[in-house]
């Protein structure tokens, strides 16, 4: 039978939203999203603008390369680690542990895949050169671990972490757009450098903030 001070802990885990109502978590993601829209849409209206036809063609190949490996990689994993974390929360740190091996394993993977591919058929990725598609491809598996983390952190009701991650990549590839190109007046490389960059280091932040949520779990459970 449990004591009062377990079933408290266990509200706390399982019920308490983490942030505000129903009502207040919509209007924060929509907010997000309009954010990213406009990190996305700036970001592009600069590169356009600095770099022409070829070179805003170029980075867009180089960013759907990315989000199709990304989408095809991950292989519902995403969704399904949230239903099944979202049922059962004790079940956090297995699943956030076998999504890091699969989120690394994987995504590496999915980077030799596409230098591969670029070197067996270059003409499906156009006059791209093979090092920009490395430099870019090199961000693969961060931003896969990225995008099994979003999903654990809505699982786990952490709404406004959530939609600060997911609005912070396109911020920071708006900023880079303007550093980079504006200011430094540096070319496409050092573009795709700091935004590989960028998404390298997100993805590493959300895999310790995870796993600092994994321990305060694990911290509740006990006492």
Do not use: C, H
Not at 190 to 195: G, K
């Amino acid at each position: 039978m449990s004591t009062p001070s377990e079933s408290a802990a266990t509200v706390s885990l399982d019920e308490a939203p983490v942030f505000g109502s129903f009502v207040s978590g919509v209007v924060l993601t929509f907010g997000t999203r309009l954010l990213m829209l406009a990190g996305v849409f700036g970001s592009g209206v600069i590169v356009a603008r600095w770099l022409g036809p070829e070179g805003f063609g170029t980075y867009v190949v180089l960013n759907v390369t990315v989000a199709l490996a990304l989408q095809i990689g991950s292989a519902g994993l995403p969704s399904a680690n949230t239903f099944f974390i979202a049922r059962d929360r004790t079940t956090l740190g297995p699943i956030w542990a076998n999504s890091i091996v699969f989120g690394l394993f994987l995504g590496s993977l999915l980077t030799v895949g596409v230098l591969a591919l670029d070197w067996l058929r270059p003409s499906l990725f156009g006059a791209v050169s093979p090092r920009l598609l490395a430099v870019a491809a090199g961000s693969i598996p961060f931003q896969l671990l990225f995008l099994l983390g979003l999903n654990v952190l809505l699982a786990t009701d952490r709404i406004r972490q959530l939609n600060l991650f997911d609005a912070l990549l396109p911020a920071w590839v708006l900023v880079n757009a303007v550093m980079v190109l504006i200011v430094l007046r540096e070319q496409l490389f050092a573009l795709v450098t700091f935004n590989t960059t960028a998404g390298i280091v997100l993805g590493l932040v959300v895999v310790l903030y995870i796993a600092r949520l994994v321990s305060k779990y694990k911290q509740s459970r006990k006492s």
